[in-house]
T-cell receptor
Framework: NAGVTQTPKFQVLKTGQSMTLQCAQDMNHNSMYWYRQDPGMGLRLIYYSASEGTTDKGEVPNGYNVSRLNKREFSLRLESAAPSQTSVYFC????????????????FGPGTRLTVL | EDQVTQSPEALRLQEGESSSLNCSYTVSGLRGLFWYRQDPGKGPEFLFTLYSAGEEKEKERLKATLTKKESFLHITAPKPEDSATYLCAVPSGSARQLTFGSGTQLTVLP
């Protein structure tokens, strides 16, 4: 199992350009997540998909859109990139959001390092 | 507001020198506490999940414990390969969101 994979690994954009970050998981997980990680801010949730066909906003959704393409794939789109979106983006997945005893463990991909000039 | 605070921010140990990392949290109704390890340029790697006060989990030189207000990650006789940033996280809001601490950067010197 590859686990959670992300493409691309690195990307440089100019302000105003658009791009889509791709994420796929092969663990047959129901739930998927997008986080961004910034120095001193920790990991912050952008959007999540509790199950195929559903998406919801997290803590910092402005400037982003997501698509749950199927059970395996969850993409993150920047329609008009801004320098404030320079960050490292991580995709994660879990079997489900919540079990009877608590929240399920999330497993992370290797990240996409995005620079917006 | 749910909060997670990790201390210290950075820790330097000699190889073999045991120590503990702290994760204190304020959430309304704990639904799990997660420990991750993150190496430079990599994604967080899952270590442990703790669900109840008093619960303990071990993996090699690492042992995680949980009380009602904090969790400790004890590192016994660390090796240089244990050098990494250790993150803790708790579910918040509707339990769909993990709130992460800012991490403890551990350096183990040979």
């Amino acid at each position: 199992n590859a686990g959670v994979t992300q493409t691309p690994k690195f990307q440089v954009l100019k302000t105003g350009q658009s791009m889509t970050l791709q994420c796929a998981q092969d663990m047959n997980h129901n739930s998927m997540y997008w986080y961004r990680q910034d120095p001193g801010m920790g990991l912050r949730l952008i959007y999540y998909s509790a199950s195929e066909g559903t998406t919801d906003k997290g803590e910092v959704p402005n400037g982003y859109n997501v698509s749950r393409l199927n059970k395996r794939e969850f993409s993150l789109r920047l329609e008009s990139a801004a320098p404030s979106q320079t960050s490292v983006y991580f995709c994660a997945s879990s079997e489900r959001v919540y079990r009877g005893r608590g929240t399920d463990t999330q497993y992370f991909g290797p990240g996409t390092r995005l620079t917006v000039l | 507001e749910d909060q997670v605070t990790q201390s210290p921010e950075a820790l330097r140990l000699q190889e073999g020198e045991s120590s503990s990392l702290n994760c204190s949290y304020t959430v309304s109704g704990l639904r799990g506490l997660f420990w991750y390890r993150q190496d430079p340029g990599k994604g967080p790697e899952f270590l442990f999940t703790l669900y109840s006060a008093g619960e303990e989990k071990e993996k090699e030189r690492l042992k995680a414990t949980l009380t009602k207000k904090e969790s400790f990650l004890h590192i016994t006789a660390p090796k240089p390969e244990d050098s990494a940033t250790y993150l803790c996280a708790v579910p918040s809001g509707s339990a769909r969101q993990l709130t992460f601490g800012s991490g403890t950067q551990l350096t183990v010197l040979p």
